[in-house]
């Protein structure tokens, strides 16, 4: 969180990206291939899905935080994260 002020947090997303040092970083195919996607189908989803996060933080702050999120408290009395 960057500021707040008159109850008002104003946030920025600095980062929004997959996890790629998880325990399935390293798989070549989905857990479940419900689908039968082949493992190039598979590199491909995973690389735009990476590209969907990029895009979806770049909308949260650029339209979604731009004005600031009305707390219900006030900062001061309460250690406050907001987390997604």
Same mark, same amino acid.
């Given at each position: !969180?960057?500021?707040?002020?008159? /109850? ?12 790629? /040092? ?23 989803? !995973? ?15 650029? /339209? ?16 406050? /994260?907001?987390?997604?």
């Amino acid at each position: !969180m960057e500021t707040d002020n008159d /109850d008002i947090a104003h946030i920025k997303i600095l980062e929004h990206k997959l996890n790629r /040092d998880s325990a399935f970083s390293g798989r070549q195919l989905p857990v479940r291939n419900g689908l039968k996607i082949t493992k190039n189908e598979y590199r491909e989803f !995973m690389s735009t899905l990476g590209f969907t996060a990029k895009y979806f933080k770049d909308w949260l702050n650029s /339209d979604e935080f731009k004005g600031g999120i009305a707390l219900p408290f006030n900062l001061k009395e309460f250690k406050t /994260d907001v987390k997604f």
